[in-house]
Structures are given as C-alpha cells and as structure tokens.
C-alpha cells in the first residue's frame, strides 16, 4: 500500500526513489510491484488531463427503452466510431447507459446528442450530462 501510494502521487517516480522513501531494496520494490501487477486487478494506465490540452469532457448519462438487438449493434457501432466518446458503458439502476465524451467545443456536445437522438429516436427516454 505505501508504494501504491507513491506511486499515486507520482507515477513516475522511480524504483531507487520508492526504495529510499520506504527504507526498503529496490529489488523489494520490484518484486512487489510484479507481484500486484501478476496475481491481482492492479494495472497501471495513463490519466490524460485534458483539459490542460484544452477539451471539456463530459459524462452523458442515459436512459434507454425498448432497445432492440438491431438498434442495440447501431448504437455500439456509433459510440465506435464517434471521434469524441472515449469511453462508454451500460448500467444499473437510474440510467441505462454512461458515455464519457470528450470535446473542444460546446457545439460539439449538443451535435453528438443530436446524433445520439436521430439514432434512437424511440429509444432515448432521457437524459443528463455531466460537466467533469
């Protein structure tokens, strides 16, 4: 957990830096950090900032009705090939479906709904957006 920690707030940080703060080998380190990465969920994965890049990423949170198989494999394809959703998932409980967008502009947001409801017109029974 301590080199989880390090690790947390500087990723970067190397193994001889770890093993100084924790008083332990670097040849420890490493075998712990193989070991969480090996036989546990533990991964390591970049963190884009982007609003630094100057983009606003947005939660869009839905809620669907009457999803048939055929409409089911349009939307999948669509979230595929929009440029501006990064991630997307299903749900339970009040929403049916998480998208994660990511834009340069407002306009882009309210064209990726628009296409969103042009797609499901029946389907989308409604929805929220989340500025993050």
Known sequence: ??????LSENA???L?????KLKISADTISYHLNKLTKKSNVSF??????SALGYNVNILLINLSK???EKEKKLVGFLKSNKNIIWASK????????????TEK???LNILMNDLRILLPEEISGYEYLLI
């Open 1 to 6: 957990l301590q080199i989880l920690k390090l």
């Open 12 to 14: 970067r940080m190397s």
């Open 16 to 20: 001889v830096d770890i093993s100084t």
């Open 45 to 50: 994965i970049p963190s884009v900032n982007y």
């Open 67 to 69: 999803l048939s198989k």
């Open 91 to 102: 749900c339970l409980g009040k929403f049916d479906l998480v998208l994660y967008s990511c």
């Open 106 to 108: 407002q306009e882009e």
